[in-house]
């Protein structure tokens, strides 16, 4: 991101400055003369980087012995299928998958898509479904369909989409999954509340094609033995994260980030900065008659940030003279529309004010022909 332009991209998304500037030093020579691009996962150098890069992690997240912590090829996506296939389905005496029960809350589009890819491996119970409010909302917990015999409880702290968000953790009596792929590092959380956290490093952590999870190893060793080994936690657990070739360049990014985080100050830093953030552009919005944020305010997320414009026929208009101002990325989900600001740790907030300076003015400006 240069200096004149700010990303609101939902993920991929804006990386800080300092990181872009270190990637473009050792993109020539990281070892030996040998790009980060063309170095093997195997190399002594890389391993070191790997290594230090999961202290780095663990650090930040104050992530015991008790709980591996993988660095895996693809987008979180993956896990909508992995996390069922290693913690639910069974293998009967027959050789045959049997399959186990678990409970899902579904607050949005990402949450819905992990339900539905269980349920090849699963038996899916589903506590809630926000759907019934356009996930603008969620029931008091006393209210949710609980089975209380699962393997597992899933849910995704926060919905890129929507932009609905889970604040505390749901108290609930199993092991509990969850998707941080929006959230993971911008704030600090209790890491022993959770069995197994997975997230997408596109969006806090780095660039595409490289997923962490964080898992438990009770909840993986010596278990899924029905899977083939590229499938199976444990496996990639007893191998570092290299059982196949690792995403060396993703990891590469996403170890500068996490050494970014800590010089900033650590999460509680990112906790701090990121609530000023979205308050600035939530406060604006509500008191605008003119845009409109239609979730709950007790489950408004601090990263991503929908709203809409007083009528939709001013859309176009708004993204056009946004991006010539250097807003970029600022329309919704297209199964939203809409406008969605993504404002993860690395926006600074100085792009935020860029950005409610310039919907103040669109408003003044556009005001008189709706």
Not at 182 to 202: M, V
Not at 277 to 299: A, G, M, Q, R, T
Request: net charge negative; charged share 20%.
């Amino acid at each position: 991101m240069s200096n004149n332009v700010y990303n609101f991209g939902a993920g991929p998304a804006t990386l800080p400055s300092s990181v872009i500037e270190q990637v473009k030093s050792n993109l020539q020579d990281f070892d030996n003369g040998m790009s980060i691009m063309e170095i093997s996962h195997r190399s002594a150098a890389f391993k070191d980087y790997a290594g230090q890069s999961e202290v780095s992690i663990r650090k930040l997240l104050n992530i015991s012995d008790d709980y591996a912590v993988l660095f895996l090829q693809g987008g979180a996506t993956s896990q909508f299928t992995m996390v069922p296939q290693n913690l639910s389905e069974r293998e009967s005496n027959k050789n045959q998958q049997t399959k186990g029960s678990t409970n899902y809350l579904i607050t949005g589009g990402w949450s819905k898509k992990a339900a539905d890819y269980a349920k090849f491996h699963t038996s899916v119970n589903t506590v809630f479904d926000s759907s019934e409010n356009s996930y603008t909302n969620i029931k008091d917990i006393k209210d949710w369909n609980i089975n209380p015999d699962v393997d597992y409880f899933y849910y995704c702290a926060n919905e890129t989409v929507h932009g609905l968000e889970i604040h505390e953790t749901p108290d609930v009596n199993s092991p509990i999954i969850c998707d941080m792929s929006s959230t993971l590092c911008t704030r600090p959380i209790n890491i022993n509340d959770f069995d197994l956290i997975f997230a997408g490093a596109q969006k806090n952590l780095g660039i595409a094609g490289l997923t962490i999870v964080i898992v438990k190893k009770e909840l993986i060793n010596g278990k899924a033995k029905h899977l083939p080994p590229l499938l199976r936690y444990e496996s990639h657990s007893l191998d570092n994260s290299m059982l196949n070739t690792s995403p060396v360049f993703a990891w590469y990014v996403a170890g500068l980030v996490f050494e970014w985080i800590i010089a900033q100050g650590g999460l509680e830093l990112m906790s701090e900065l990121n609530q000023e953030k979205s308050s600035l552009l939530y406060d604006f919005i509500d008191s605008s008659e003119f845009y409109k944020n239609p979730v709950n305010p007790k489950y408004r997320s601090w990263v991503n940030i929908p709203f809409t414009l007083i009528s939709n026929n001013l859309d176009e208009r708004f993204l056009n003279e946004a991006s010539n101002e250097g807003l970029m990325n600022l329309k919704g989900h297209r199964t939203v529309g809409g406008m969605r600001a993504s404002v993860y740790n690395a926006m600074p907030i100085e792009g935020v004010k860029k950005l409610i300076a310039f919907m103040e003015n669109f408003e003044t400006n556009n005001i008189e022909d709706v």
